[in-house]
């Protein structure tokens, strides 16, 4: 029996195999995995200044000279803001550990898919040096997942902290039951 194994015959053949190899090389040149997304890091960013924070998984900064909201990619922490409704168990304590994270004035949004929500805030991970808030959120017990396809970059690694908190009960997954 005759290997079948795929030989380019002529100029045709040859540039067939040539793009084959280039298609190959850039699903694989974000480490090795052609089903990998592109990392949030690798994404359009810009550097902001913090106006306020707002609660938990909100922010407002200065975008393009304005004073705009941010609200973070991926994650959900209870309520502490809205006046229709109570105060949800470890709000406070989210917005808290949230404005601890922003003292420091600058921080960096990086985009997903898409940039605004329906309500006209941007959609960030936020990042204050190389620590993502988004994440610390969720590290901490002060969040949980919420994934709104397409920004769905990080939903796998998101899963995966909020797991690790709940399992060690961290923050409302001690105190909210």
């Known amino acids: 029996m005759r290997n079948r194994a795929f030989r380019p015959r002529g100029l045709a053949g040859v540039l067939l195999l040539l793009v084959l190899l280039a298609v190959g090389w850039l699903q694989t040149k974000d480490g090795g995995d052609p089903g ?36 973070y990619i991926g994650i959900d922490t209870p309520e502490s803001v809205d ?11 989210a917005r808290d550990f949230n404005e601890s994270l922003l003292r420091k004035g600058n921080v960096r949004l990086v985009f997903d898919e898409e940039q605004r929500d329906r309500f006209g805030r941007l959609l960030a991970y936020v990042y204050v040096g190389e620590i993502m808030l988004n994440a610390e ?3 901490g017990g002060f969040a949980e997942t919420m994934t709104i ?12 902290i909020e797991a690790e908190a709940r399992n060690s009960e961290l923050g409302r997954w001690k105190y909210c039951g």
Not at 83 to 93: D, Y
Not at 149 to 157: G, I, S
């Open 36 to 71: 990998a997304t592109a990392s949030p890091e690798a994404a359009a960013s810009e550097i902001v200044k913090v106006d306020r924070v707002v609660d938990g998984d909100t922010a407002k900064v200065f975008y393009n000279g304005r004073s705009e909201y941010v609200r």
């Open 137 to 139: 959120l969720l590290r």
């Open 83 to 93: 006046p229709r409704s109570p105060v949800e168990c470890f709000g406070e304590e």
């Open 149 to 160: 396809p397409p920004n769905d970059a990080e939903y796998e690694r998101f899963e995966q």
